[in-house]
Each structure stands twice: as structure tokens, then as C-alpha cells.
């Protein structure tokens, strides 16, 4: 393996706040790409963070895929589109979802861009999408899948493995032994993390013999309420719903998130704890994501326990009851429809997507309930109602916020502070910690709360900051 002259590493998005994971490691004339995330966020902080690149896109030799979700392959296509040939390293199950997610997503920016102009045409507002469904058809024509824990060379003088992340279907961490003039270092990227307590994958196991470690941090400072507590309170949002007749919307993620909402519901349904209530998942790339769940529902990264629910079952994500709505005119014949019921539909954050045209039609009514079940971005519009704000635009309109705005902090894919502590502590890195993607608060209280466990050399890296790794 050849001795690299320099070795750096460099964070490019996903440094001091969450989502837009971008890092890039430099040894001497090549260089590796750790994800190439979209930062999520308000409109125009995000299209001027999402435009530019810190580095020449053409300069990339090689990516490393860590997931699926768009706050670390969304920009992919951006990056092709100007000049990047590099090969994208990424489990089966991450190749075959980040098709389904990037298409969509380009889809998204296309109508979303249309629908935006069109309503503000007399005001001469108009948007671009960052990128189309070509764009990302060119990144993924670049796509090398690769088992977990198969051995390959991204770039010389560096070797590579993915490990199971447990964060959601197909997550992977990146081990890479790296040769530096000081001799071999390994570095773990652990992009997100999954938790200890799942309802749907295997937990992550830290590897040995870690010199650095890049981690996340988004959830630093707390930890998360009990998965068991989950069927309970979504059974007290339902009943509250069938009580009012009214709608529950879920904004949800497409990946994972809708998974399990919907397994919980499967799960009530069975033991006859689930009220008679209709249900929708109205996302075409929630189902097509279902579908690729129930594919490898019998994989070892899934958790024993739902392996064995879903031989038992034989239906965990409820095809047989569960109203899946693929076209659009299946989701506008919701608006006319009266509840209760759930609507499940993407974005979790919601900053696009059908979500928004139900939110649009439902929020100024009292009897509906909005139920966040997701991480909520600074400047998104889940985070403006989860922080109670009266009123909210939806595509530049202001609407009263009437409905009840609710959270359920059970669901979390990503590792609570005692789990990333318990994860820190067995990979023991012997040179340092970066701590990533967490907004300034989380990570703060996570360095610290490392500083009192004896862990030395953790950073915060600011955006754009280099460390050499020696």
C-alpha cells in the first residue's frame, strides 16, 4: 500500500449544525469523499449552501456513500453535473435506495420550483431546482456496490471496509487504513449512527484498534424516550383524532422513519389495541422504500426480534390494510375526504413534498393534529411548529396554525447521548474525535461530557477547517 505523503481531512458541510454531510479526505494528489449530503434548512440559506462546493468536483477520485437519506447523497447529482467521474462505494441495499431517493428528489425541486413560481408569477419570484432526473441518473451510472465488511481500495495507499451502522436500511460506517509518513492509522466515519434500542435493525458494534474517529453528534446533549413507549402514545393520538374526527398528518421521513410508524401500527393492529382508523401513505418513494424493506426483511443488519414478528406475521408493513397512494390524484382526493384517519407522507422536516398540500388544506382546522416524528432542522418548517410559531408559510403563503402540534420523541434513528458515549468509549480512538453533524449545543455537551470520561483530542471542526492526521 503506498505511504501517502500528507494526510487531511477537511469538513466541508455538517460541521457546527445537522444535515449537508460533506468530508473529504486528501492524501496527497487524491482525494476521497465521505458523503455529499444536502443541507436541509430555510429556503435561501439552503440553496446558497446546497450551490457551491469548498472543493473542485472534478478533484473527487472516489465516494463513499455512508446512507441514503438526502442530508448525505442529495447533492450527488449536483456534484457529476459539475465534473465529478469518481466512483460512489456503497452497501446493495444503499445503492438500490439512493436511486429511489435521488430521483425523487430531483422530482421534488422540479415541481416544487414550478409550483412556486407559478403562485408567485406576479410578483416575478421565481426558483431553480438544483438539479434533474438526468443529473441523477449520471451519478448513479458511478454507483460500485459492495458488501459489509468486504475489504477494497478506494484511493492508493488507502483500504477500506463498511460496517453496519444500524441507522437505517443499508447504513454503513467507513473504516479506512489509512498509510501516513508516521505509519498506519485507521480512521472511523461513523456517518449516522443508529441507537441501541431499535425497532427495525441490528445496533452498531465499534471495531478496535481506532486512531480517529469522526462521529456524529446530533443528538449530544439528551437522550431519547423509550421505544416502548411508543405504541402508547401513538394509541392517545389516535383516539384524541377518532374523538374530534379529525386528520392525523405524520410528516415523515420516507426512509425508516415511515417503517416504523407503520410496523407500530401493524403491531396495535394485531393485538387488537389499534382503533379503526383508516390509514395513507401518500409518497410513492415511501412505498417504493416499503418494498425494498420487505424485500430484505430477512438480512442479518435487520434486529432478531422484528426478523422473527416478521415470519410470524407475515405482513409487518401492512400491505393487506394499508392504503399506499401513488399518484397524485390519489393524494387530492384526500383534501375532500373527512376524518379521522392518518396520513403518512414525506418530507419529515417538511420542506416539500405532498406533506406540504396536506398541511396546506389542514392546518388552520383545530379538530386535526400535525405529529412530528422526526429530528427537526433549524429553519425548517417542522421546526418552526414544533417550536409553536401561530403562523407558518407553506410555498410563500401564510397560514394560522390551528391545529395541534404534536412530537413524539420515541422515534430516532440516530444514537442518544449515552450511546454515543457507550460507542466512543469501545472504539477508544488513541488520537482523536471529530464531532460532526449536531447542531452547536449537542456538540458542545457531548465534548464535554467526553472530557469528563478522559477522552482527549475531541474537536469541533468548523465548516471548511483541515486537521492532518499524523
Known amino acids: 500500500m503506498k505511504n501517502n505523503d500528507k494526510v487531511t481531512i477537511s469538513f466541508h458541510g455538517a460541521a457546527g449544525e445537522v444535515t449537508g454531510s460533506r468530508h473529504l479526505l486528501e492524501t496527497g494528489d487524491q482525494s476521497l ?7 436541509q434548512g430555510h429556503r435561501t440559506d439552503a440553496d446558497a449552501k446546497n450551490r457551491t462546493f469548498r472543493f473542485p468536483p472534478a478533484s473527487v477520485d472516489a465516494v463513499i456513500l455512508s446512507h441514503a437519506h438526502i442530508d448525505h447523497c442529495g447533492l450527488l447529482p449536483l456534484l ?5 467521474d469518481a466512483p460512489i462505494y456503497a452497501t446493495p441495499a444503499t445503492a438500490e435506495i439512493t436511486g429511489i431517493m435521488l430521483a425523487d428528489s430531483a422530482r421534488l425541486q422540479e415541481g416544487d420550483a414550478q409550483y412556486y413560481n407559478k403562485i408567485h408569477a406576479a410578483e416575478n419570484l421565481t426558483i431553480e431546482p438544483l438539479y434533474e432526473e438526468e ?22 495507499g488507502v483500504k477500506a471496509k463498511l460496517l453496519n451502522a444500524g441507522h437505517v436500511l443499508g447504513s454503513a460506517m467507513t473504516q479506512l487504513d489509512i498509510e501516513t509518513p508516521a505509519g498506519g492509522r485507521r480512521l472511523l466515519y461513523t456517518g449516522d449512527l443508529g441507537r441501541a434500542e431499535t425497532l427495525l435493525l441490528d445496533d452498531p458494534v465499534a471495531p478496535r484498534g481506532v486512531d480517529y474517529l469522526v462521529i456524529e453528534s446530533t443528538y449530544g446533549d439528551r437522550n431519547h424516550e423509550p421505544l416502548a413507549d411508543a405504541e402508547g402514545q401513538l394509541t392517545e393520538v389516535i383516539k384524541k383524532a377518532i374523538a374530534q374526527r379529525g386528520k392525523i398528518i405524520i410528516p415523515s421521513f420516507a426512509l425508516e422513519r415511515t417503517q416504523e410508524i407503520i410496523f407500530i401500527l401493524d403491531k396495535l393492529r394485531r393485538s387488537g389495541a389499534a382503533l379503526d382508523i383508516p390509514v395513507y401513505v401518500d409518497s410513492p418513494m415511501a412505498i417504493s422504500l416499503t418494498e425494498i424493506f420487505n424485500k430484505h426483511r430477512e438480512e ?3 434486529d432478531a426480534k422484528f426478523r422473527d414478528y416478521a415470519r410470524m406475521d407475515g405482513d409487518p408493513f401492512g400491505f393487506d390494510y394499508i392504503r399506499y397512494l401513488r399518484t397524485k390524484e390519489e393524494s387530492q382526493t384526500l383534501n375532500n375526504k373527512n376524518g379521522p384517519m392518518i396520513i403518512i407522507s414525506a418530507s419529515g422536516m417538511c420542506e416539500g413534498g405532498r406533506v406540504l398540500h396536506h398541511l396546506r388544506n389542514n392546518i388552520e382546522k383545530e379538530n386535526n393534529t400535525i405529529l412530528l416524528v422526526g429530528y ?9 411548529l414544533q417550536d409553536g410559531l401561530p403562523k407558518v408559510k407553506i410555498f410563500g403563503i401564510e397560514h394560522e396554525v390551528g391545529a395541534t402540534i404534536e412530537t413524539m420523541h420515541t422515534f430516532s434513528s440516530h444514537a442518544g447521548k449515552d450511546d454515543l458515549l457507550a460507542f466512543i468509549k ?3 480512538p488513541a488520537r482523536g474525535v471529530f464531532l460532526v453533524h449536531g ?11 467526553l472530557e469528563t470520561e478522559g477522552i482527549k483530542n475531541v474537536k469541533c471542526p468548523a465548516l471548511g477547517e483541515k486537521f492532518e492526521l499524523n
Open 33 to 39: 469523499l465521505l458523503d455529499c449530503g444536502m443541507f
Open 80 to 84: 457529476y453535473k459539475n465534473g465529478c
Open 135 to 156: 443529473d441523477a441518473k449520471l451519478a448513479l451510472a458511478h454507483m460500485k456496490p459492495l458488501e459489509y465488511g468486504a475489504d477494497f481500495a478506494p484511493i492508493p
Open 300 to 302: 442479518f443488519c435487520f
Open 376 to 384: 427537526q432542522a433549524q429553519g425548517t418548517l417542522g421546526r418552526k
Open 426 to 428: 469501545a472504539a477508544s
Open 439 to 449: 447542531d452547536p449545543e449537542a456538540r458542545a455537551a457531548l465534548a464535554a461530557a
